[in-house]
Nanobody, 122 residues
Framework: QLQLVESGGGLVQAGGSLKLSCAAS????????LSWYRQAPGKQRELVAT???????TYADSVKGRFTISRDNARNTLYLQMNNLKPEDTAVYYC????????????????WGQGTQVTVSS
């Protein structure tokens, strides 16, 4: 199984920066993509950024140019550098991993961390 643990959330003023981390353990060799999601109170969980096994990245329009997703394969850690934070970035941020498991064939599987709170004040 794959375990994901987020850290780095906190309270910052608008315009400030935070760097989130997600430590992965377990069956990390089968990960095909890593993503950050976020969920604000009363809103659906939304995809923030994704990085594929080949290093290709995608971002939500709302964070493009401000957030950077990266990974350190040697340390099995995913990062989200968040700059120029805005109050609308306030949410619980979740680490997500897509991998495969084998049972006579290969099947997709998704794993989630417990989330870390990011609060941006005006």
């Amino acid at each position: 199984q794959l375990q994901l643990v987020e850290s780095g959330g906190g309270l910052v003023q608008a315009g400030g920066s935070l760097k989130l981390s997600c430590a992965a353990s377990g069956s990390t060799s089968s990960i095909s993509a890593l993503s950050w999601y976020r969920q604000a109170p009363g809103k659906q969980r939304e995809l923030v950024a994704t990085i594929s096994s080949g290093g290709r990245t995608t971002y939500a329009d709302s964070v493009k140019g401000r957030f950077t997703i990266s990974r350190d394969n040697a340390r099995n850690t995913l990062y989200l550098q968040m700059n120029n934070l805005k109050p609308e970035d306030t949410a619980v941020y979740y680490c997500n991993a897509q991998d495969e498991y084998y049972d006579t064939s290969y099947y997709p599987r998704t794993s989630w961390g417990q989330g870390t709170q990011v609060t941006v004040s005006s």
